[in-house]
């Protein structure tokens, strides 16, 4: 019959049109600009402390990941990052509904299902040893979880202490309101020295021993950062948080899908820095990038199943 032919090629062209759209959004992915050559400062790898990372998963969809990862060191153990809140869809209430849609349909697909305190005690995590929070940066599904935890001091650059300072005064998409009266009082700023790490002409060594290593990372927000963490001189790893979308990023040297390409407070810069972790992979490429939400990356380091704890070798 001619209606249903009809009726057969619209619905044809609506599903080439939403594919189109799609690939446009999230495959399609932009080439960039190879980072300005810099040498590499090796670091001394000979005398490191005996130190343990866990991988604290709280949500997953898909290739996604909401994770945090714990560093058992003997001086005190670290949390980098936390994920969501579970509290999520509370917390957003202060933004406009397109805003909501909007972080529901992202963050808010890995709000998770239980506490993070219940995720860290599965591990068998002290939270009285927890020494210090470090965020990659402010965003809500890396400092949500948080909010389900006793107060821990919490490490940020300087940069992110202001951005999280302006998330206190007025309503902005980079820090959600409660997190940034949550952190009020609780953040220190990092100490960068000009003592150069890898390709990085700043960096501060938090315990003063190698094991675990900060540097510069901005473009997504303001203050990002990212985290070496040494085990052992063949194990190693660098948390770069959200600096890439996933392990395309930093392999390809790929801007991130165009559907996320708003999240990023400078995109300019945030491309630049990339861009420079897809030149320290190449220069470095047995040292292992975690990418916060690319749960492949993970999985490389830690394996696909459980414990998903490793030590030095």
Not at 202 to 217: K, M, N, W
Request: aromatic content about 6%.
């Amino acid at each position: 019959m001619v209606w249903a032919k009809r009726l057969t090629l619209t619905l044809l062209v609506v599903v080439l049109l939403v594919a189109a759209a799609l690939y446009i959004l999230v495959g399609q992915r932009t080439p960039l600009p190879p980072a300005p050559p810099h040498s590499r400062a090796q670091p001394s790898l000979a005398a490191l402390p005996r130190i343990t990372v866990c991988w604290i998963e709280t949500a997953k969809v898909f290739s996604s990941t909401a994770s945090a990862l714990l560093v058992r060191h003997p001086a005190g153990d670290l949390l980098i990052d936390a994920g969501n809140s579970s509290h999520f869809s509370d917390e957003i209430q202060a933004y406009p509904f397109g805003t909501r849609l909007w972080m529901r349909a992202l963050s808010g697909s890995l709000a998770p299902m239980r506490p993070l305190s219940e995720h860290l005690r599965k591990t068998g995590a002290d939270l009285a040893r927890l020494r210090w929070f470090i965020p990659t940066h402010a965003h809500a599904d890396h400092v949500g979880g948080l909010m389900d935890l006793p107060p821990i001091p919490v490490l940020a650059s300087q940069e992110e202490i202001r951005l999280v300072a302006r998330g206190r005064e007025q309503v902005i998409f980079e820090v959600v309101p409660a997190h940034a009266r949550l952190l009020e009082g609780q953040m220190t700023p990092i100490s960068f020295k000009q003592t150069p790490y890898e390709i990085f002409d700043e960096s501060a060594d938090l315990f003063g021993d190698g094991s675990i290593v900060i540097v510069r990372l901005p473009g997504h927000t303001p203050g990002s950062i990212g985290i070496f963490v040494n085990l052992s001189p063949t194990l190693r790893l660098f948390h770069v948080g959200d600096a890439v979308h996933d392990t395309r990023g930093y392999r390809e040297r790929v801007d991130r899908p165009r559907i996320m390409r708003r999240t990023d407070s400078d995109p300019a810069l945030a491309r630049q820095t990339a861009a420079r972790l897809h030149q320290l992979h190449e220069l470095v490429p047995s040292l292992h990038i975690l990418v916060t939400h690319g749960r492949d990356s993970w999985e490389e380091f830690f394996g696909s199943t459980k414990p998903r704890c490793l030590g030095p070798e």
